[in-house]
Each structure stands twice: as structure tokens, then as C-alpha cells.
């Protein structure tokens, strides 16, 4: 059979899109905090929505307010070398500096609290178990991290997540895309071995039209394509679900679940050019409703959103 001649400039751009985005995140957590304000805005959970665009300040000021530290070489050459995530946060011994992250994401939010006397005994017992009981924080990081926190968890979980997503994103920005190898598993982050929080099909000039699973720990970006499931990697079960947006075409509904009928699974597919302020983090929250209707037809989310407790069945 003849190889085919392509002479469209297809593969050029297949060339050219990057494999793997590591993130920017004082610009993330700023953009991320103003998508959460303009939700607030208008809908029903305004309150809910305005208290996160609070957490998403507190993380860009304590983002500010320290370097990273530095990677082991090792495991950036265990990286570069066999692929293993550089910031392996399952296995990776955490820095202290992240209760720091942690004080500062509180002090932020702290002024919310002093109106809301749930929020203000959930950061007293953040505040207190920090100066106390560190164990006790580190315990439900760990839990967050494995995916599987418990229900006590619940109310201390999108705080703690904030911070280790400062932590985390930090490390990741500290290093370049030629340190993160090419991962045997392209389901979890290449950077920190974290699953998914949705994929975002972007309409950068170097991207465009490309599908970008996002990190839901270190807001790493990478590439895969598109109509493939992101958990088991089939095509042949893969099909779009949507909710009914007022005002909007099916086809135009910038929020879509990708489901797969061979593992019965889904994770939310996010398109930019639908909507070019689309926030892989703050529109999941927005958009609970689909994933009430997705797992009211069997399929269960593979990717957490760490400022968000999942409940239990
Ligand atoms: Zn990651
Ligand atoms: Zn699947």
C-alpha cells in the first residue's frame, strides 16, 4: 500500500501541539478566582461561588508568598528517563512549606468566614489541628491524594485541596516540559501521577482545537486525543451527554460529559471556542447538574476536583 503524501500541513501541527503544558499558576489562580466572581453573578449558588473565588485568591497570594523548593535530581531523571512523574504526589514525601500555603489560603477566606459560622469553625479547626495536630492535616492530604476521603473529611476537603494545589502547581511550574518524560499511562498527569479533573479542548494558536486533560492536583496540561476515552483509552464506546443550556444550541454547549460504555465512565470535556472563559475548575462546580444526569445513567466520574468533596454513594 502507498504511503499517502500529506500535504495539508496536518502533520506539522501535530508536530507542533505540545505534549505536555506545565502551568502559570499565579495567572490560573487569578483567572480561576475572576470565573468564579462572573458565575456568582448569576446563578442560583451565588454564595457558594463567591466563597471559592475567595479560595482561589487566597491561593494566588500564598503562591506569591514563597519559592519552590527544589526537585530531587533523581526524580527528575527517573523522569526523563522511564517516564515516572518527576512530583509522584502518591509516593513523594510533601514539604512542610504547604501548611504555609495552607495559613494563607484561610487568611483569605477568613474574612468570609467571620459572616458564615460553619466556614468560621471549619477554618478554627484548620487553624487549630495546624498548630496542633499536623498529623491529623496530613492524614486527610493523603486521603485527598488516594481518593478516598473519608466523610469527616468533607468540610476541611476543598481548603486542604486548595493548598496542595498551590504546593503542587508550584513544584510542577518549577520545571520545563523536557522534564517530564512521556508517561506509560497516559491517563494520569505525567507530572504528579494525579488523575484528571476534565479535559479542555483550547483555542490557543499553538493548540488549537487540541484536547488537554487537566491536572486536578498540579494543573499540568497534557495532550491526548480526542473521542478516546480518558480512563480505559477505548474509542468505540465513547458519546457526549449535555444538559439543556437556555438560550443555546445543543451543539453550542460549551460543557459536555465524555462517557465511555466499556469501563461506564465519564469525566467532563470543556470547549473554549464555545466559551473562551471556560475554567476546567470552576465550571465543573458550575455544572453539577451533569454529572447528577450522567450518574443517573450508570457511569461514574474517574477525576476528582479538589476543591470540591465528592460525597459517598
Ligand atoms: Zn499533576
Ligand atoms: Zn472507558
Not at 73 to 101: C, F
Not at 181 to 210: E, F, H, K, Q, W
Not at 213 to 238: D, F, H, I, P, Y
Request: net charge negative; hydrophobic share 40%; proline share 8%.
Amino acid at each position: 500500500m502507498p504511503t499517502p503524501i500529506i500535504t495539508d500541513g496536518t502533520m506539522d501541527r501535530l508536530i507542533k501541539a505540545p505534549r505536555v503544558v506545565l502551568p502559570e499558576p499565579q495567572g490560573l489562580f487569578r483567572d480561576r478566582a475572576a470565573r468564579f466572581d462572573a458565575l456568582a453573578a448569576h446563578d442560583d449558588s451565588g454564595a457558594y461561588m463567591r466563597f471559592l473565588g475567595q479560595v482561589c485568591r487566597g491561593q494566588a497570594k500564598a503562591y506569591a508568598a514563597r519559592p519552590a523548593h527544589a526537585v530531587p535530581e533523581k526524580a527528575v531523571a527517573n523522569s526523563r528517563q522511564y517516564g515516572m512523574p518527576p512530583l509522584s504526589a502518591h509516593v513523594t514525601p510533601r514539604d512542610i512549606q504547604w501548611h504555609a500555603d495552607l495559613r494563607d489560603v484561610l487568611a483569605e477566606v477568613s474574612a468570609q468566614g467571620q459572616a458564615n459560622a460553619q466556614l468560621a469553625a471549619v477554618i478554627a479547626e484548620l487553624t487549630s489541628a495546624l498548630a496542633s495536630d499536623p498529623a491529623k492535616i496530613e492524614a486527610i492530604a493523603d486521603r485527598i491524594i488516594a481518593g478516598i476521603p473519608e466523610p469527616d473529611d468533607g468540610p476541611l476537603y476543598p481548603l486542604i485541596g486548595a493548598a496542595l494545589q498551590v504546593y503542587f502547581s508550584r513544584l510542577a511550574a518549577s520545571l520545563t516540559a523536557e522534564d517530564v518524560g512521556a508517561s506509560d499511562v497516559p491517563t494520569v498527569c505525567p507530572c504528579c501521577g494525579m488523575r484528571p479533573t476534565g479535559s479542555l479542548v483550547r483555542i490557543n494558536p499553538d493548540r488549537m482545537n487540541y484536547r488537554y486533560l487537566v491536572c486536578a492536583l498540579c494543573m499540568t496540561e497534557w495532550n491526548m486525543e480526542r473521542v478516546k476515552c480518558t480512563s480505559c483509552e477505548e474509542e468505540k464506546g465513547v458519546a457526549y451527554l449535555t444538559v439543556e443550556v437556555e438560550g443555546r444550541a445543543p451543539a453550542d454547549v460549551p460543557i459536555r460529559a465524555e462517557t465511555c460504555d466499556e469501563c461506564k465512565t465519564y469525566l467532563k470535556i470543556f470547549m473554549q471556542e464555545k466559551d473562551p472563559n471556560i475554567d476546567p475548575i470552576a465550571d465543573d462546580l458550575n455544572s453539577l447538574a451533569l454529572d447528577m444526569l450522567v450518574d443517573e445513567k450508570g457511569y461514574s466520574r474517574t477525576g476528582p476536583n479538589l476543591l470540591f468533596y465528592p460525597g459517598h454513594d
